[in-house]
């Protein structure tokens, strides 16, 4: 049987673990594996090539995506998709395995409901917002890229008695904002999941500034729109030097960590051993694995963990 592995959407750290365990494991369970370059653009245009052991030497360690990634408009048109399926079918698919996120999900459940075809989903974006999965692969190594960026700036902070509004990525999902500020152990987070209480975190700051504090962090996720309003607020409310960064597409790099690297691996080895699940994503629930059908997904709204939430409390 071959079977073909394809990244889709945002790249995240930790594609590579999978990409090197997806051909290990494919080999010792018999299977042929196939790598489709440049996500679905790549497989609408035929890059499609046989996967050996060399090609997977040395890039565990990597960040991003060997075979390359894509957004692409043009798979949203029948005309595409099925010359995206003549090109697997040339090439002898019969299952791909896709790393992405929701909509490259509903992506290839088109295709499969129209073609001889089917797909396994793994989660793989930093946003780590898949319904009823509480990880999805690149998420740790963006938490610990920000985690650094952060820890850096609070040594500039707290050295000239500046505030820093500090964004981060995410889309609609506070999950990265969130978690960072209660590691990070910041003073203000802006996410969209929770209203932001200005009066009420007006007062409490201005309490501790007249207790002795001297500078601050806040962190604000990129879904709120609201970087430059925090900044604002602050310099009114408090009367400090305000700097603003924003992290941008750095949380998307670097080395993936050891957490990653093993869970990616869990990830696809799950996936391999279960081709007989078709048209289904492999979701991890606590340190176990389960599977859900892309229909139950998309009609799940996705929820930030409620224990986050509530270390979050003091903060609102």
């Not at 390359?68 to 399926?85: D, P, T």
């Not at 790393?99 to 992506?107: E, H, I, K, P, Q």
């Not at 007989?276 to 994503?281: H, I, W, Y």
């Amino acid at each position: 049987m071959r079977v073909a592995i394809v990244c889709s959407g945002g790249d995240a750290p930790g594609m590579n673990a999978a990409i090197k365990k997806f051909v290990e494991v494919a080999y010792y369970l018999g299977y042929e594996p196939y790598f489709i370059y440049d996500g679905y653009e790549g497989m609408i245009d035929g890059k499609i090539k046989k996967a050996c052991h060399s090609d997977v030497s040395g890039i565990l360690h990597r960040g991003g995506t060997v075979i390359r990634s894509s957004r692409s408009k043009r798979f949203f048109e029948y005309k595409y998709r099925k010359q995206a399926y003549e090109n697997l079918k040339n090439n002898g698919i019969e299952h791909i395995i896709v790393l992405g996120g929701d909509g490259s999900f509903r992506g290839l459940n088109v295709l499969a409901s129209e073609f001889d075809i089917s797909f396994t989903g793994i989660p793989a974006t930093i946003d780590n917002d898949i319904p009823l999965s509480n990880y999805a692969i690149g998420v740790d190594t963006a938490l610990n890229v920000i985690r650094d960026c952060v820890d850096n700036i609070r040594d500039t902070a707290s050295s000239f008695k500046r505030a820093f509004v500090i964004e981060t990525m995410g889309r609609e999902c506070g999950f990265l904002a969130a978690v960072s500020a209660v590691a990070n152990g910041a003073e203000v987070c802006m996410i969209p999941e929770i209203e932001f209480k200005w009066d009420k975190n007006r007062k409490r700051l201005k309490k501790e500034f007249q207790s002795g504090r001297s500078y601050m962090i806040a962190i604000v996720a990129e879904g709120c729109n609201k970087t430059g309003e925090m900044a604002k607020w602050i310099e009114e409310s408090f009367d400090l030097e305000v700097r603003i960064t924003v992290l941008g597409h750095i949380q998307r790099g670097g080395k993936p960590t050891v957490k990653e690297r093993l869970i990616a691996g869990e990830f696809v080895y799950e996936a391999l051993n279960n081709l007989d699940k078709k048209n289904m994503v492999v979701i991890r629930k606590g340190i176990d694995y389960d599977f859900v059908d892309i229909k139950t997904l998309a009609s799940t709204p996705y929820k930030l963990d409620e224990k986050v939430l509530e270390l979050l409390n003091y903060l609102d």
